[in-house]
Structure formats: structure tokens, C-alpha cells
């Protein structure tokens, strides 16, 4: 009877194993651009999100188009941000070029999004007359600033909006060490980790950014970053090894990093109309 | 009638045997003869596209009035026109002259010519000039050019393979490599792709044994100077490089069983001979020694010796005559690769490549709806494999040989990463790419020169950008590439 016991028991905890879901994943930094609607379809993207276990995206698209397919495709998934870029090549000259005011005032008007973004903006061209106007645009409509930038063009963002809300993508390729300093001195500053292998090896963590990790663990999201239509094949690759290395770290701060931060910043912001 | 004849030979016989005959035009610098005139010119130096001036005097033979003028040109008989500059020629003495505001304007044959007038009659006497150029390359483009060098390099024996350089192991790589029965339906042999009169490729886009496979088939040639072996470096020898086609079944579809069957039945004697030992019963030990011997025999498959590293070779002994023979077209796509393109920072040292991988924005759908993951897919088959070098097969005791193999690591980069491939005779090895997507060394360069930044991540390498070439600089790069190729007479 005690041998039964013990394989009924085993047999419990080896079913409760099995059913086990893997961690959910906030896959913050998504793109689904122009070039990626032939190659990828949007009902396979989809396909993509939900197999890799990904809770929710934040999905933004070269051409404004892609994400909001992606929206009307699967609203319970997707997370649309607005891109300042009619294709994929304004990288380099968007913060210039006076006429992306009118379309991102013409796209605002027309669609609801949760942040502008991801835009790429380094040191003092944070400054110049369109980013500024651009970033009156989120004030005005209540939205985040994704910004691929370094520290100093985050500083200046801040200067120009104290209430601002960043994600800062990549946490800007900088040290964990500066990445906190930056984290300490702005409340309203969250990081995404995408396109960074720094943090983790092997699955395990790297002692500075542990540190940062446990000292934040509600300030920082995962996520792809597919910058071309065949990076949407790693979705599903990114978030088993984001599974590993979060395994590392205790379950309250890995979940939080995995997908409750994201949900909790990002997904009461789509209100309905 | 008799005595008119006799003058004549006297006089002949005098001109060839009696050179003390000749006048001295009392300049040091090239001599020109003629039956009337000697001639002899200088510059401080000629070279293309530069104004010069000649110093020239002439006298006359005994016998011959002293010329009274003097004409100076030049032209390429082979392009059929002369300079774009007409040379003023001052008279400075009886018999000496400066001619001035010459210029040849392309390198090639020219021929100057001195036309020398007395008294109602000319000589012409002209002088051939092969005018070649060498770029006035910098200290620092020599030493850069200094890198790609010397070739052959050394050859060093594979310490993971104790069949490397053994002739008997390369004996019987060799008899393997042409042997179709090593395929699963004994149809595809190693040479079906690997052709030796293609460069040791097989001119396709995508490999294709028993079926099209993903990728492009690279050469063998150069193979052993590898780190990495395939597209994506997911074999870290060139024996475990030689066991992954024999497996695939998409290329010859073989068990270590049939292998190990094979050698057994029709190698045995080689296999001895070459391995010191009976062939052992173990299937897989079996298909091992057997791609330890093919990769002996490939080791032997080294690229010869190129125009650039007849030029590189002058540099090093500071030789510009011997330089100058590399045509300088190839010279200006030299200073392209190794200057504004940037392309020496991948494709760099003797093999021209570093030996990693890079994402150049390729594309990398092998279908539609599937990617070819490269780098990223392959550093976890590397890790996973029996035959890699951390693996019983390493015959390296020191374990030095795995050292890559123990610390590489996947990154988010390597997703669509690809070999950075050496660009010795590149020339003979199209179509290009992991895809064989671009057909011609000119597609090549035009997608680096139209590179699609879209594809590329903006913390990516920052060497990656348009390089904007004009037409005639792209003609230029293709030229310096193809020099990296062997001459049919080496």
C-alpha cells in the first residue's frame, strides 16, 4: 500500500510537471515592417507570437502599416506603436525632416497606440525641432517614447518632458552599472533587452547585471527585435532562451522582467474608443 | 659599277664592325642609332599622366652633315593616337635640345620619336616605352597590402587528424573522394559537387547531390586553412566537415554502417596501409578514419600562387618594375578593397577572410516560410555533435585544437550569420553568396555598393554601408578580385 502511495504520488508530481506552461513572454520590441508582410503573412506572424508562448507584443512597423494589420489581426496580442518612419531607411534622417510631423499628427488621428516608436536618436540631435515636436505629440496624446538611444539623448528627452514615460531600447547598449545609474535617477524609465547577449551565459546571469535585475526587477522587458522578416523565425528561439536565463533569477523578478512588467505598463493603455 | 659595290659593303662593314665610327652625342641616358645619327635622351623620370621633359642630343656620323633640327613625339601604335600635348623642343646648342610639356596619358606601349632633319632629309628614330604604373600607395596601404601575404603560407598538419599528411591516408582520401559506392544509393561521390575542374565546386547556385540542398557548395580548395568548416561552421574540422555530406540525405544519404561497409569491402588494403591497423569492427570508428582521410586528401588541395601575390611580393622587396606588371586597374580596386570599402576588415590576411561569420543582409528564407538560421543553428549542432573536437574522435591530446569549439557562443546576431568566405580564386568559384544568389563577381560588388542598410541592425558593424562605388571603381574591385585568382600558367 505505502509502495502504491509512493507511485501515485510520483505519478502526481510528474503530471503536475508536464502541464507545467512555460513562462509567458512580453515581447516588447517587435517590427513588422514593409518588407515583412509578403515574406512573413500576417496570420504566420501570429502563428509565431502565440506558439513562442508570447503573452503580448509591442509591435511597431516601418510605414505604419504592418503593426496595425497585425492589431485588427489579433487586438489581444499585439501592442501598436507608432513609428516616426515611412520606411525603414528614414533611420538616419527622420529627426530632420520637417514633414514626419504631419504624419505622425495624420496617423494619430486615425489609429490608437500605446507609444511612439522605436525611433533612433543619439546626444544632441534629441534637441532639434522634430523630436521635439515629436515628443509634444506623445505628451499630447499620452503616449510612451521608445527610444533607441544613448544616455545623454535620454537625459535630454527627460529634460524636455520631466513626465515622460521611455522605454529605452536596449537599455542603449550600455553597462548594467550606467543603466541603473540612469533608472535611479528617472522613475518613468523602463528598459528593453533586445539584442543583448551581455546579460546572460550559458543561462546564467552576469553578477552586474543581477544586480541591476534585483534592484529593478519591475523596470525591465524582453524582446526579439525583428529588423528583418526572417528574424520573425527567432521569435520563438528568443523567448525559449530568455526562458533560461530568467530562470536564473528569482521567479517574482523573472516573471516580472518575462511579461507582468510589460502587461502592467503597456496593456491597460489600449482603452476603447 | 664594281668599285660603287665595294664602297657599299666597305661602308656596311664599317657600320657593323667599326662602332668607333659612331659620333657621341655627349649625354649619358638611352641610344638610339640610326646610319646617320646617334641619339641620346634622359628624363628625370616617366611615368603616367605626369608632364616630363627630355633632355636630347644628336650627332651625326662621319660623313653626315650634323642634324639642324630636331622634332619630338610620342604615340601608342596598339590605341592608335599620340599625346593631347604638342612638346615645345629649344634648341640649347649644336646638337642639344630640351623638349618640354610631354605627357602620356595611359600606361601601355608608347614609342617616342625623335625625328632629326639636315639639309632636306629626316631620320626618324624611335624608342619603345612600356609605361606601367604603380599607385602611390601610402605606408600604411603597403603594410595592409603586406597582410594579405606571403602564399603559399606554411603548411602545418592537423593535429585532431592523425591521418593528416600521411601519404597512404591521402592516397586513399583521394580514391574516396571519387568513389560513388560511399553514397547510400552509390550514385553521388564527393566529386559530384566538389568538381575538380570547377575550382572544386560545382557552378550552382545550391548544392545538388541526391537532392537540391539550401546552400551554395563551397570549394575545397584552401579548405584546410579553415577554423570553421560549411556555410555556418557548425563542423569545427575538416574531418567532421567530411562526415556531414556523407550523412545528409539530401547530398549522399550514407549510414556510418554502409560507409563502414564500404571501406571494408573494397578499401581494407588501403585502409591498412594508411591507418597502421586492421579496420576495426566499430561502424562508426570506421566512418571516421574514412573522413579523416578524405580531409587528408583535401589538405592537399592549396590554391597557387596569384597576380596580387606576384605584386605583394614586389612591394615587400620594394621592386617597382616587377609591381608595375599588375595591371593597375587591379591596383585601384586594391586600394578600394583595403581603403573605402572596408572590405579587408572581414577579408583580411592571406586567406583573405577572418575565418567568422557575418549577416551582410542576405537574405536568408531557404523557402517560403523557412529560414536558414546559419551561425545562430549551427553553434548548437557544433555543441551537440559526437564528432566535434571536445569529442573521443580528436586525436589532439593537448585538447588545444578544441579551444573554439569549448568557448563559442550563440548570440542574437548570429541569427542569419554566414562564413565571411576567403576570396582566393574567387574568380572560378561562382555564383556567390550562401545562396548562390548572385551570379557574377559584378553582382557582388554591386550589392556592396547598393547595400540595403534596411536589412542591417543600427548597432550592427558600422563597416556595413553603401559603398556607392561609380561605375569605373566597381570595374576596379572586380579586377583586383579576379587577381586573386591563379593565372592557366601557374
Redesign the interface.
Known amino acids: 500500500m505505502r509502495a502504491l502511495l509512493a507511485v501515485l504520488l510520483v505519478s502526481f508530481t510528474g503530471a503536475g510537471d508536464a502541464q507545467e506552461q512555460p513562462l509567458p513572454i512580453f515581447d516588447a520590441h517587435l517590427h513588422y515592417?514593409h518588407?515583412a508582410w509578403e515574406?512573413?503573412p500576417v496570420e504566420?506572424a501570429i502563428d509565431i507570437l502565440r506558439k513562442a508562448g508570447v503573452k503580448r507584443a509591442l509591435v511597431s512597423s516601418?510605414g505604419d502599416e504592418g503593426q496595425q494589420r497585425l492589431y485588427r489581426a489579433a487586438p489581444d496580442l499585439v501592442i501598436p506603436e507608432l513609428r516616426p518612419y515611412r520606411?525603414?531607411?528614414e533611420?538616419g534622417t527622420w529627426f530632420r525632416d520637417d514633414t514626419l510631423i504631419a504624419h505622425l499628427e495624420d496617423r494619430l488621428k486615425k489609429y490608437r497606440y500605446v507609444s511612439i516608436g522605436e525611433f533612433?536618436l543619439y546626444g544632441a540631435d534629441a534637441d532639434l525641432p522634430v523630436p521635439r515636436r515629436m515628443v509634444q505629440l506623445a505628451r499630447q496624446h499620452g503616449l510612451f517614447l521608445h527610444a533607441?538611444s544613448d544616455a545623454d539623448a535620454i537625459e535630454r528627452l527627460f529634460r524636455q518632458w520631466p513626465q515622460a514615460r521611455i522605454l529605452w531600447a536596449?537599455a542603449g547598449?550600455e553597462r548594467p552599472e550606467r543603466v541603473a545609474e540612469l533608472l535611479r535617477k528617472y522613475g518613468n524609465l523602463w528598459c528593453d533587452l533586445a539584442?543583448?547577449?551581455d546579460h546572460a551565459?550559458?543561462g546564467k546571469v552576469d553578477p552586474a547585471w543581477r544586480a541591476a535585475f534585483v534592484q529593478f526587477p519591475d523596470r525591465f522587458m524582453v524582446g526579439t527585435?525583428s529588423?528583418?522578416?526572417?528574424?520573425w523565425?527567432?521569435v520563438g528561439?528568443?523567448a525559449d532562451w530568455s526562458r533560461q536565463w530568467l530562470a536564473d533569477l528569482p521567479k517574482d523578478a523573472a516573471e516580472r522582467i518575462a511579461w507582468k512588467n510589460g502587461e502592467t505598463v503597456f496593456g491597460s493603455l489600449l482603452q476603447p474608443h | 659599277m664594281e668599285e660603287r659595290r665595294n664602297r657599299l659593303w666597305l661602308l656596311a662593314a664599317a657600320a657593323l664592325s667599326f662602332p668607333a665610327w659612331a659620333c657621341d652625342p655627349g649625354l649619358e641616358g638611352t641610344r638610339l642609332e640610326s646610319t646617320r645619327y646617334v641619339v641620346a635622351f634622359r628624363a628625370a623620370e616617366i611615368s603616367v599622366a605626369k608632364h616630363f621633359a627630355l633632355d636630347i642630343a644628336a650627332c651625326a656620323r662621319p660623313g653626315h652633315a650634323p642634324p639642324d633640327s630636331l622634332k619630338v613625339d610620342a604615340h601608342m601604335p596598339q590605341h592608335r593616337h599620340g599625346m593631347n600635348y604638342a612638346p615645345a623642343v629649344k634648341a640649347l646648342a649644336p646638337g642639344r635640345w630640351r623638349a618640354e610639356g610631354l605627357m602620356l596619358h595611359m600606361p601601355g606601349r608608347w614609342e617616342l620619336v625623335f625625328e632629326l632633319r639636315s639639309a632636306g632629309t629626316s631620320d626618324r628614330l624611335a624608342h619603345t616605352l612600356v609605361l606601367s604604373q604603380v599607385l602611390d600607395f601610402s605606408d600604411e596601404e603597403k603594410a595592409q597590402i603586406l597582410s594579405h601575404g606571403p602564399w603559399p603560407p606554411p603548411l602545418e598538419r592537423d593535429p585532431s587528424n592523425r591521418a593528416s599528411g600521411n601519404p597512404a591516408a591521402i592516397a586513399l582520401g583521394e580514391k574516396l573522394f571519387f568513389e560513388p559506392r560511399l553514397s547510400g544509393p552509390g550514385s553521388v561521390l564527393c566529386a559530384t559537387c566538389h568538381v575538380p575542374f570547377r575550382a572544386f565546386q560545382d557552378g550552382r547556385a545550391r548544392a545538388f547531390g541526391l537532392k537540391e540542398a539550401d546552400r551554395n557548395t563551397l570549394s575545397v580548395v584552401d579548405a584546410r586553412f579553415y577554423r570553421w568548416f560549411g556555410w555556418d561552421g557548425a563542423q569545427d574540422s575538416l574531418w567532421a566537415q567530411s562526415l556531414r555530406p556523407l550523412l545528409d540525405p539530401r547530398e549522399m544519404d550514407a549510414s556510418p554502417a554502409h560507409v563502414a561497409r564500404t571501406v571494408r569491402n573494397l578499401f581494407s588494403g588501403s585502409y591498412e596501409k594508411a591507418f597502421a591497423r586492421p579496420v576495426p569492427a566499430d561502424d562508426e570508428e570506421v566512418m571516421v578514419d574514412a573522413a579523416k582521410a578524405l580531409a587528408a586528401f583535401q589538405e592537399t588541395l592549396v590554391s597557387g600562387r596569384t597576380p596580387f601575390d606576384d605584386f605583394r611580393d614586389s612591394i615587400k622587396k620594394g621592386e617597382a618594375q616587377a609591381a608595375s606588371r599588375y595591371p593597375l586597374k587591379a591596383q585601384k580596386g586594391l586600394r578600394i578593397f583595403i581603403g573605402k570599402g572596408h572590405c579587408s576588415v572581414c577579408h583580411f590576411g592571406p586567406q583573405f577572410t577572418n575565418g567568422e561569420f557575418a549577416d551582410t543582409g542576405v537574405?536568408?528564407?531557404a523557402a517560403?516560410?523557412?529560414?536558414d538560421?546559419g551561425r545562430?543553428a549551427a553553434i548548437a549542432r557544433l555543441q551537440g555533435s559526437p564528432f566535434n573536437l571536445l569529442g573521443r574522435y580528436n586525436d589532439d591530446p593537448s585538447g588545444s585544437s578544441a579551444a573554439g569549439t569549448r568557448h563559442v557562443?550563440?548570440?542574437?546576431?548570429n541569427?542569419?550569420e554566414f562564413r565571411v568566405p576567403g576570396l582566393r580564386g574567387v574568380a572560378t568559384t561562382a555564383p556567390y553568396m550562401h545562396n548562390g544568389s548572385l551570379p557574377t563577381l559584378r553582382d557582388v560588388v554591386k550589392f556592396y555598393s547598393e547595400l540595403n542598410?534596411?536589412?542591417l541592425?543600427?548597432?550592427g558593424e558600422k563597416i556595413l554601408r553603401p559603398l556607392h562605388l561609380s561605375p569605373e571603381e566597381a570595374e576596379d574591385l572586380v579586377a583586383f578580385l579576379e587577381s586573386l585568382s591563379p593565372t592557366a600558367d601557374r
Open positions: 515592417s518588407d515574406m512573413v504566420q516601418s520606411s525603414r531607411g533611420i533612433h533607441h536596449h547598449f539584442f543583448r547577449t551565459s550559458g527585435d529588423y528583418t522578416p526572417e528574424r523565425h527567432y528561439g528568443h | 537574405t536568408f528564407f517560403p516560410g523557412r529560414v538560421a545562430h557562443e550563440a548570440q542574437h546576431r541569427f542569419g542598410e534596411e536589412r541592425h543600427a548597432d
